[in-house]
Every structure is written in structure tokens, then in C-alpha cells.
């Protein structure tokens, strides 16, 4: 039942890898797009490495598992980081307009 539990967990984290991508495509930017397909690859790859260490029992598997795991964290948190800044520059850019047109 645990490994059950676990394989959906997995299953929903592919589909919210690729949610991530369409997203960072639809944005047309190319760091976060590249950053993404890491991100979408970590986790594909953690994923076979968990099969391989369920189906051989090799440890190796486990700490590829491990590695890619925190690679897709490190993807996702430069997202955030490098999506929020991005925000927040054309959040300012934004105001800086609206104070030249006299518009509030």
C-alpha cells in the first residue's frame, strides 16, 4: 500500500513538472523554460532510479534518486526566485509609466 502511495505521489509530480514547463513556455522566457525542462528531466530521472531501486534494489539507484530529487528542488526554487523578480521589475516598470502619463 506505502509503494502505491508512493508511486501516485511520483505520478503527480510529473504532472505538475510538466504543468511548470507548458507554463514557463507560455511565457516565452528562456531561462525559465530551460530551467523548467531541467526540472521536468530531475524528476523523470528520480523516477527511473526509484523503479531501478525498487526492481534490483541497487543503492546507487537510491542516491541518484536522492541527487535528482534536490536538482529539481534547486530548479524550482530558481523559478520562483527568477519568476518573482521578473514580477517585481515589471511591477516597477509599470508604476514608473503610470507617474510620467500623470495616470493613477
Avoid at 502511495?5 to 510538466?18: K, M
Avoid at 528531466?41 to 541527487?67: H, K, N, Q, T, W
Avoid at 514580477?87 to 502619463?101: L, P, T, V, Y
Wanted: glycine share 12%; aromatic share 4%; net charge positive.
Amino acid at each position: 500500500m506505502t509503494l502505491a502511495i508512493h508511486s501516485v505521489y511520483g505520478l503527480l509530480l510529473v504532472l505538475a513538472s510538466i504543468n511548470v514547463l507548458v507554463r514557463a513556455l507560455l511565457t516565452r522566457a528562456g531561462v525559465p523554460i530551460a530551467v523548467s525542462l531541467v526540472g521536468l528531466l530531475a524528476v523523470a530521472g528520480a523516477g527511473v532510479s526509484g523503479l531501478v531501486f525498487v526492481d534490483r534494489g541497487r543503492e546507487g539507484s537510491s542516491m541518484a534518486m536522492a541527487i535528482l530529487t534536490g536538482v529539481a528542488l534547486l530548479c524550482y526554487l530558481l523559478n520562483l526566485f527568477l519568476l518573482s523578480s521578473s514580477a517585481r521589475a515589471s511591477a516597477d516598470a509599470g508604476g514608473a509609466e503610470q507617474g510620467r502619463s500623470g495616470v493613477r
